[in-house]
């Protein structure tokens, strides 16, 4: 009887550290709809593997409870492979969001669609993952993000806080440059891992760090008790934008502040006074003009 005991708590603390230790909160989805193989099991079990990578391991050194895990959407496409090579080609969507505070709402940090998430993977395998080699293309690929999210949630929080974890991320992609897959070198494209943690880790791009602290801490956490006085200091936000988007133009890490916030920035401002919100619309047009069709709503 006594050896039950200890049996039953020995595996109560272990699902205690287990869910201690998990900081994501990832949502994996895989689609296959240009693949005609009928057997897809290897698909489904990836998927179960992939979460349990991403949302089984410590990845922040914070202390982090359960309902302040960090918010990822995961939606890999495969667009090539012939149901039983270990090699898929494909695309992938990554969102990352965290919590407004007293809110039920959720706002986005980022929503990066990655066009070479390419990886080797047999059904069964261990997504093994070392920080300090190489190992594979898949396990490089979600500890990146890992890192991303987690150091994006942190920056949001408190000013620069992120940066051990854009270390990491950097450290990772230092470590695939001799990979044969897409992404990670700056010649490959603008937009793509190199850019982004470049951007993340780069000082001149401070400025945008801070106001993205400023954007979520002392304007939408503070919407719930003051709306009128955060809404004013997201507004006086977009004229710090506006300067440093003129010394770094088309940089990837200012388009992508836009591609997460297009929405939620129509939203808040709509509530501004008329002279606010036209030269809120103005800066937002001209900063990002892939949305110019919604914000032209905020001049009625």
Known sequence: MMYKR??????????????????????VQILSPKVQ??????LDVLESGIVEFMNGRKWSSDVIKPQERIDCNLVIN????????????AEAQIQVSRPVYNSSYNSTLLNLSDQFFDFYYIEGQAIDFSDQNYISNLSSLLAFYANIAVGLDCDSFSKLSGN?????????LNNA?????????AFEGLRNRFWL?????????????EAFYVYHRNGLDEMSDNPAKARQTITQLLPELEKLDQ????????????????????NILKNANPADKMRAAQILMKLDPTNVAKYESLKK
């Open 247 to 266: 010394q770094k133009q088309g940089a990837m890490l200012t388009q992508l502040f836009f591609t997460a916030k297009a929405d939620e920035l129509i």
């Open 164 to 172: 051990p974890y854009f270390a990491k991320a950097q450290n990772i």
């Open 37 to 42: 193989s009928a057997n897809k099991r290897i």
């Open 78 to 89: 495969i667009t090539e492979w012939d149901g039983s090579s270990p090699n898929f080609k």
């Open 197 to 209: 943690i470049e951007n993340l880790n780069n000082k001149s791009f401070i400025p945008l760090r």
């Open 177 to 185: 440059q001799n990979s044969p897959n897409a992404g990670w070198k």
């Open 6 to 27: 200890l049996f039953l708590l020995f595996n109560l603390c272990c699902l205690f550290i287990s869910l201690h230790a998990q900081d994501l909160n990832t949502r």
